[in-house]
């Protein structure tokens, strides 16, 4: 494709900013490389929480570059700013700085992005809770980020992903329905059953029952055409819908009421965050959410000097000074010090170091680790809330 970058010219920073070049010139000419400390931190005071992702690009990109990069675990959640107002560098990376300075774009864009997406996903775990949330968003993005995509809403908090490379990067089965276009083709009774015939065990039989006339009606149909229908899908155009959540009421009840108790009502189609409760007291029992999370707000990081040559120094608007990030493990509150060590301000235990190595003098070493990055996610965001 004529519209994607590739990792060679990411990395021989066709994808920087011009000024960076300009600015390499000029430290070239006057023989001046200082070792420096940058921070990446998000100084917005408006996100209930950061949820950290695309480490694993942040490595990447500073494999054989003389650098040591330090950031909270993927899969770290955060508050922007610390218990003291401070804003909370995700990373660090201290070297020479034309050794890495020059990617500044890139690492910023991987970053920002890859939280954007994973951020937005835990806020929808959050609301949704114990049933299935499904990431179906990577038809309303450029092809080439499916990956990207789906990795960080599975980081995030979403159970299954829809796409076949997506599933792949996460290592996990790809999950999904079946489209309307089957339906159209073939008719819906018939387009049921041969998709349970042709579906690999295993798989969850989710009935598409929006295409044509009532979904109630045609939710009793699905689920006498396939045994074992595990449940259907409401799609519904927000033209037709009028109230969703009294059509999910609807549908809820003429499966109870026909002894199909056992058959879900996944949701889809425009899903927001503030349509999840009002549908999950409807009876809605899964959740697949597209744009809302593929199209997500990147974090906006800004990547700062705060250190040159020993000497603290930095911006205006900025923090100088090479820091450490805290957590408290019974609080859960964060500090920002320069100091190797601290006690929590609000009850006197010593606090946990946050900070990993990812790269160590050039070379890498973070490992990946999908599953347990998101169950990480997971278990953190029981100390969250959402208004």
């Known amino acids: 494709m004529k519209n994607i970058a590739s990792f060679e010219e990411i990395s021989n920073l066709k994808t920087t900013d011009v000024y960076f070049l300009r600015a390499r010139e000029v430290l070239?000419?006057?023989g001046f490389n200082p070792r420096v400390v940058m921070e990446v931190t998000c100084s917005s005071r408006n996100l209930p929480w950061i949820t950290l992702s695309g480490i694993d690009d942040l490595a990447c990109l500073l494999d054989g570059k003389k650098a040591d990069v330090y950031s909270l675990p993927e899969g770290t959640v955060f508050p922007s700013r610390d218990i003291n107002g401070i804003p909370i560098p995700a990373v660090k990376i201290v070297g020479k700085y034309l050794d890495f300075g020059m990617l500044e774009t890139p690492i910023l864009g991987s970053l920002s992005q890859a939280s954007g997406i994973a951020t937005k996903a835990s806020y929808f775990k959050k609301r949704i809770g114990n049933?299935?949330?499904?990431s179906f968003g990577v038809r309303r993005m450029h092809p080439a980020l499916a990956p990207l995509i789906d990795r960080n809403s599975y980081i995030g908090g979403c159970d299954r992903v829809s796409s076949i490379i997506g599933a792949e990067r996460i290592g996990q089965r790809?999950?999904?329905t079946m489209p309307h276009s089957l339906l159209l083709l073939v008719g819906e009774e018939r387009g049921w059953k041969m998709y349970d015939e042709v579906t690999e065990k295993g798989a969850s039989r989710i009935a598409l029952?929006?295409?044509y006339g009532d979904e109630k009606e045609t939710s009793l149909r699905a689920a006498k055409a396939i045994k074992g229908l595990n449940a259907v899908r409401l799609d519904t155009p927000s033209s037709r819908r009028g109230n969703f959540a009294d059509i999910v009421r609807e549908v809820r009840w003429e499966l109870d009421r026909n002894g199909k108790k056992d058959v879900g009502i996944i949701v889809s189609g425009g899903i927001k965050e503030e349509d999840v409760e009002q549908l999950k007291q409807a009876g809605a029992s899964g959740f697949g959410v597209g744009t809302a999370i593929s199209s997500a707000a990147a974090i906006d990081f800004a990547m700062d000097i705060v250190n040159v040559e020993g000497k603290d120094k930095t911006?205006?608007?900025?923090?100088s000074g090479s820091k450490n990030v805290f957590r408290c493990r019974k609080c859960h509150s964060y500090l920002v010090s320069v100091n190797q060590k601290e006690k929590c301000p609000n009850?006197?235990?010593?606090m946990e170091s946050m900070y990993q190595k990812v790269v160590d003098g050039g070379k890498v070493v973070y490992k990946e680790r999908i599953?347990?990055?998101?169950k990480y996610v997971l278990e953190q965001l029981r100390w969250f809330q959402l208004s």
Not at 131 to 134: E, G
Not at 371 to 374: A, F, L, N, T
């Open 131 to 134: 049933i299935p949330l499904l």
């Open 209 to 211: 029952v929006d295409t």
């Open 371 to 374: 599953d347990e990055s998101r």
């Open 174 to 176: 790809a999950e999904g």
């Open 315 to 319: 911006k205006k608007g900025k923090y």
């Open 347 to 350: 009850d006197g235990s010593q």
């Open 28 to 30: 070239k000419k006057i």
